[in-house]
């Protein structure tokens, strides 16, 4: 499961929950085993016009090992037509009672664990009938989605698919729906012939009905939880990939096929590479991965059929600048292993799931771009971890929490993921993949806990990690480190002081590097922290260079670093990884009146990795008469000749502020750019310099659609012209773009149009478009962000129109704020 987007994860933590709540004194124990799945085999139909599912299921099961003379499914919302034991050909009436959520079945006689037994079960689900609340990385929890099913949304296709995880696919079969439950499965979906399936396992068989419809027959041989089986249907575009002869396939709208292979296209060898450095073979039949309209979180690893948000699906001007949900398509891809082979046996201990798919996509991106790419994915997860101030309190592995869904958060995703990077580090590489290939063959189809993979640690390494696991995983916080530096020159000792500042009751044991740099060769000592307060010594010829703290850069912490900029400096140029670099932009950023630090931003300017040339960009004070004097050359190179189109979009962005007629040429010329980035920041300059031609060009360019980048500046453009004409444009743009960052941010904009808008029926299409953006936030932050966008843009808006007497826009604005 991927989270839906980095400002919805970032408010995902609810910060309110305290030990007063009655619910975190419940444990949360691993689900009880009574009966055990072993086969489900399910045929089903679709209502379109109903949005009802009508299906028959024969579940086949056994006692787990007390005799038993009853069976607990779960089935959510469902109209139960019939219930019966099925043997041979023949179907027994059971009793049963239907509480609305659970099925209390009573059996024919008394199983023992030695006797397998089929309940037939007739059924209709109503999932727009069942009222469910999802959590921050899922929003939604009614198992079955009828997307725009009659087809009366004329820009959107029709479509169906299912969202299991945590426990919502009982809402359209009746199963044990616990992550601890694993059986083989067969689905028969029949549905308009004109549509493609995708469902778990393989493909069998297809059968054309009289009635226009077709049956498809999926089977899966190998077991997994119910929780991940998975159907979908729509009009799509099939794209064919392959692994070792095993089927990869791209689903995308057909819209999207020419460009398919370049978002999905890594995924063959993305599996090669994770079967390598596991030593497990992709241990399914095939492998194939899809996109929803209105998916209810960012993307889910249903085993061997993974579902995508549809904001993947990047049209080709996009991907100039990257693919940016690459590390979407390598996080499911990683779970097919961690999550669907060997499964958490309860949702306290998701860390075995989510941890390791998080932590995957630092693993692939070290591996197929470089190490600054995996280090500097680390380090955002570091940010999304520490970005709400609730985190430090919850555990990994919680035994305790108000709701399962509350722990898909950033304490099991980010702080999960750096948990396993630095015990990566600490173990070394070949002990640790050869300790995750133990805990991969022991737990192959089967459940797990944290401590089975501790266990599986130490049988490799020979150590005792219980400090390690009752550290991090079921215990809170991080480090918050204070680091400072003394220098006894006459005695020729530098002393290096880590403090422990974070106030926590607790001290953390941190094994780390420390790197001394002296006439420019680096000595390294490893060392360990325990105390509230560490003193470390090393002895010198000459005042070090640099002493760098975790010179690996691995440790989950805050710290403040109380180096001098000429350390900083010379830590740019000589210690050399992502974050060694970061720190020392971001240091001289704050003292750009120093000579020396303005050198060492014109350097960074140009820094070998992308994101830190932007991140340098960023943080010039363009309004100071040195650094535009500095900057100048190095944006004019970087604005043609940087191989990234994202750095290129930013030097001319900084460049338009320059205001030179000089710049025009090129501002027209990449205003046409194949990239949005690029040309939307051009056409922003250009306007700045030649507000008629950067009009003229914003009307041809609004013949064709327009995103990102580009639809801003454009919208920028005409919202300042006010030119009612190019309105609908804007709003149909922005209707368009999924849930992202990029249109959280682009909300106040668009809600500045409102104020432009004198037409009564596009402004209430205008703000119907901000309303339906505003009611897919997920329920966990509806309310909170919902008042931010209320309160600080829809309400001021309202008010304004019933200052300027356009009481109907006024009244229907109103209509719509609560």
């Given at each position: 499961?991927?989270?839906?987007?980095?400002?919805?994860?970032?408010?995902?933590?609810?910060?309110?929950?305290?030990?007063?709540?009655?619910?975190?004194?419940?444990?949360?124990?691993?689900?009880?085993?009574?009966?055990?799945?072993?086969?489900?085999?399910?045929?089903?139909?679709?209502?379109?016009?109903?949005?009802?599912?009508?299906?028959?299921?024969?579940?086949?099961?056994?006692?787990?090992?007390?005799?038993?003379?009853?069976?607990?499914?779960?089935?959510?919302?469902?109209?139960?037509?019939?219930?019966?034991?099925?043997?041979?050909?023949?179907?027994?009436?059971?009793?049963?009672?239907?509480?609305?959520?659970?099925?209390?079945?009573?059996?024919?006689?008394?199983?023992?664990?030695?006797?397998?037994?089929?309940?037939?079960?007739?059924?209709?689900?109503?999932?727009?009938?069942?009222?469910?609340?999802?959590?921050?990385?899922?929003?939604?929890?009614?198992?079955?989605?009828?997307?725009?099913?009659?087809?009366?949304?004329?820009?959107?296709?029709?479509?169906?698919?299912?969202?299991?995880?945590?426990?919502?696919?009982?809402?359209?079969?009746?199963?044990?729906?616990?992550?601890?439950?694993?059986?083989?499965?067969?689905?028969?979906?029949?549905?308009?012939?004109?549509?493609?399936?995708?469902?778990?396992?393989?493909?069998?068989?297809?059968?054309?009905?009289?009635?226009?419809?077709?049956?498809?027959?999926?089977?899966?041989?190998?077991?997994?939880?119910?929780?991940?089986?998975?159907?979908?249907?729509?009009?799509?575009?099939?794209?064919?990939?392959?692994?070792?002869?095993?089927?990869?396939?791209?689903?995308?709208?057909?819209?999207?096929?020419?460009?398919?292979?370049?978002?999905?296209?890594?995924?063959?060898?993305?599996?090669?590479?994770?079967?390598?450095?596991?030593?497990?073979?992709?241990?399914?039949?095939?492998?194939?991965?899809?996109?929803?309209?209105?998916?209810?979180?960012?993307?889910?690893?249903?085993?061997?059929?993974?579902?995508?948000?549809?904001?993947?699906?990047?049209?080709?001007?996009?991907?100039?600048?990257?693919?940016k949900y690459e590390d979407y398509v390598a996080h499911e891809l990683f779970h097919q292993w961690f999550g669907d082979l060997a499964t958490t046996e309860s949702w306290s201990n998701l860390t075995l799931n989510e941890s390791f798919a998080n932590f995957s996509e630092t693993l692939w991106f070290t591996f197929k771009h470089g190490k600054d790419a995996g280090d500097a994915t680390n380090f955002h997860d570091i940010e999304k971890y520490l970005a709400d101030p609730s985190n430090p309190s919850k555990n990994l592995v919680r035994f305790y929490y108000t709701d399962r869904e509350d722990m898909f958060d950033m304490v099991t995703y980010s702080k999960g993921g750096r948990i396993l990077n630095m015990l990566k580090n600490y173990v070394g590489d070949s002990a640790f993949f050869k300790s995750l290939n133990l805990y991969l063959t022991n737990f192959k189809f089967k459940n797990a806990e944290a401590q089975n993979l501790r266990i599986a640690f130490e049988q490799v390494t020979g150590q005792d990690l219980n400090w390690y696991w009752n550290q991090w995983y079921y215990g809170s916080g991080h480090p918050v480190f204070d680091i400072s530096y003394q220098y006894d020159d006459a005695k020729k000792t530098a002393r290096v002081i880590i403090n422990q500042v974070q106030h926590t009751g607790k001290i953390f044991r941190i094994p780390m590097a420390i790197d001394v740099y002296e006439n420019g060769a680096k000595k390294r000592y490893p060392v360990w922290l325990g105390k509230e307060s560490d003193s470390f010594y090393f002895s010198y010829n000459k005042r070090p260079d640099l002493i760098n703290v975790d010179g690996d850069k691995i440790i989950l912490c805050q710290k403040t670093d109380n180096k001098t900029l000429d350390n900083f400096i010379y830590q740019y140029k000589h210690a050399a990884l992502y974050l060694d670099r970061r720190e020392a932009i971001e240091y001289c950023a704050e003292h750009q009146d120093d000579p020396a630090a303005r050198a060492l931003l014109k350097q960074a300017m140009k820094d070998p990795y992308f994101e830190l040339r932007n991140l340098t960009l960023n943080a010039l004070q363009m309004d100071s008469a040195d650094i535009k004097t500095m900057a100048e050359p190095v944006l004019l190179d970087l604005s043609t000749n940087d191989p990234d189109r994202t750095v290129q979009a930013t030097a001319i962005g900084l460049l338009g502020n320059y205001k030179k007629a000089e710049y025009k040429n090129l501002f027209v010329k990449k205003a046409t750019d194949s990239s949005y980035s690029v040309a939307g920041n051009a056409l922003t300059a250009l306007s700045f310099l030649d507000e008629e031609q950067a009009t003229q060009l914003a009307n041809e360019f609004s013949k064709h659609p327009a995103k990102g980048d580009l639809l801003i500046a454009m919208a920028g453009i005409f919202i300042k012209n006010g030119d009612e004409t190019k309105f609908d444009f804007i709003i149909d743009g922005y209707d368009k773009m999924p849930i992202s960052q990029e249109k959280f941010d682009m909300f106040p904009q668009f809600a500045s149009l409102l104020l432009k808008m004198n037409n009564t029926q596009q402004f209430d299409n205008a703000v119907d478009a901000l309303v339906r953006f505003r009611e897919s936030i997920p329920s966990g932050q509806k309310a909170e962000l919902s008042k931010l966008l209320n309160d600080n843009f829809l309400k001021p808006i309202a008010e304004r129109k019933d200052a300027d007497g356009l009481k109907d826009q006024a009244a229907y604005l109103k209509s719509k704020i609560n």
């Open positions: 499961m991927f989270c839906i987007s980095q400002f919805l994860t970032l408010l995902a933590q609810d910060s309110t929950l305290t030990s007063k709540d009655p619910a975190l004194s419940v444990y949360r124990a691993a689900y009880p085993h009574i009966n055990d799945l072993v086969h489900t085999k399910l045929d089903v139909r679709f209502d379109y016009a109903k949005s009802y599912l009508y299906g028959k299921a024969w579940i086949t099961l056994k006692p787990h090992f007390y005799p038993t003379d009853s069976l607990t499914l779960d089935a959510k919302g469902m109209d139960i037509k019939e219930i019966s034991l099925f043997k041979g050909n023949q179907r027994s009436p059971l009793k049963y009672i239907n509480d609305g959520t659970t099925l209390r079945i009573h059996l024919d006689k008394t199983y023992r664990y030695t006797e397998n037994y089929t309940i037939y079960v007739d059924y209709t689900s109503k999932p727009n009938e069942l009222r469910a609340q999802g959590s921050a990385a899922i929003t939604d929890a009614k198992g079955l989605y009828f997307i725009n099913p009659l087809g009366t949304d004329k820009n959107k296709p029709t479509q169906i698919w299912t969202q299991g995880e945590t426990e919502s696919n009982s809402a359209w079969f009746p199963t044990i729906d616990k992550p601890d439950q694993k059986c083989t499965e067969e689905i028969m979906m029949t549905v308009p012939s004109k549509y493609v399936t995708l469902s778990n396992g393989k493909l069998v068989s297809q059968t054309k009905n009289a009635d226009g419809t077709r049956t498809d027959y999926w089977k899966m041989d190998l077991p997994h939880s119910p929780y991940l089986f998975f159907m979908g249907v729509g009009d799509y575009a099939i794209i064919h990939d392959s692994y070792k002869g095993k089927d990869v396939n791209y689903y995308v709208e057909k819209e999207y096929a020419p460009v398919a292979r370049r978002i999905f296209g890594l995924t063959p060898e993305m599996i090669a590479f994770y079967s390598r450095i596991l030593g497990v073979d992709f241990p399914w039949v095939k492998y194939s991965q899809i996109t929803g309209r209105d998916y209810v979180s960012g993307a889910m690893e249903n085993t061997t059929a993974t579902l995508h948000t549809d904001a993947l699906q990047q049209d080709a001007r996009q991907l100039a600048d990257g693919n």
